[in-house]
């Protein structure tokens, strides 16, 4: 079955930067567009940037772009998020998801999240 | 940027009662709008998509319409394992936008 997991969140001064990983399974990962999406503390859900099955096509959020950097490496089944100039209102639950396309694109299958916090 | 404003945002109903929960798009966004259910502490968990596509695995309970701005996600049968926050979300253009989010709760 599919089965995303997330890795390299934590406790980061803001100006710091981070790594995130998605390590996909269960499924032909180079056939699939690949994305971030992110939730503060109590907050709803925010999409941050996603990436084509090839990686020739990203888009970003206006809050991440130029601070951001989505990746991905279908060799290895592995996404990532380089993460750059944190703020504090980057503090987050960061998801990988798979995207599906049919008519339009949606979220079909999610990790469990991994927590960066943003503070000094 | 294409907003997407959900009502109620919170709701409390019975076992077996309908509920119904809207979701207005700033813009008309065609069919391109995704529902998503998230328990506390868990992913969100796709149920609907295209507006009324009913996602595999997913209890047929569970039913979506609508089309260009006024959409509605519909349990016809709430069940105790339905609580938790549920969120639209609009395909039509990047920036890809969620609603706000909707709080069921089982009375």
């Known amino acids: 079955q599919v089965q995303l997991v997330e890795s390299g969140g934590g406790l980061v001064k803001p100006g710091g930067s981070l790594r995130l990983s998605c390590e996909a399974s269960?499924?032909?990962?180079?056939?699939?567009?690949m994305s971030w999406i992110r939730q503060a503390p109590g907050k709803g859900l925010e999409w941050v940037s996603y990436?084509?099955?090839?990686?020739?096509?990203?888009y970003y959020a206006d809050s991440v772009k130029g601070r951001f950097t989505i990746s991905r490496d279908n060799a290895q089944n592995l996404q990532y998020l380089q993460m750059s100039s944190l703020r504090a209102e980057d503090t987050a639950v960061y998801y990988c998801?798979?995207?599906?396309?049919?008519?339009?694109?949606?979220?079909?299958?999610w990790g469990q999240g991994t927590l960066v916090t943003v503070s000094s | 940027d294409i907003q997407m404003t959900q009502s109620p945002s919170s709701l409390s109903a019975s076992v077996g009662g309908r509920v119904s929960i809207t979701c207005r798009a700033s813009q008309s966004i065609s069919s391109f709008l995704n529902w998503y259910q998230q328990k506390p502490g868990k992913a969100p968990n796709l149920l609907i998509h295209d507006a009324s596509s009913l996602q595999s695995g997913v209890p047929s309970r569970f039913s979506g319409s609508g089309s260009g701005t006024d959409f509605t996600l519909t349990i016809s049968s709430l069940q105790p394992e339905d609580y938790g926050t549920y969120y639209c979300?609009?395909?039509?253009?990047?920036?890809?936008?969620f609603g706000g989010g909707t709080k069921v709760e089982i009375k």
């Open positions: 998801a798979t995207i599906k396309a049919v008519a339009g694109i949606y979220f079909q299958h």
């Open positions: 979300q609009q395909s039509y253009s990047t920036p890809l936008t």
């Open positions: 990436i084509s099955s090839s990686g020739s096509s990203i």
């Open positions: 269960g499924f032909t990962f180079s056939d699939y567009y």
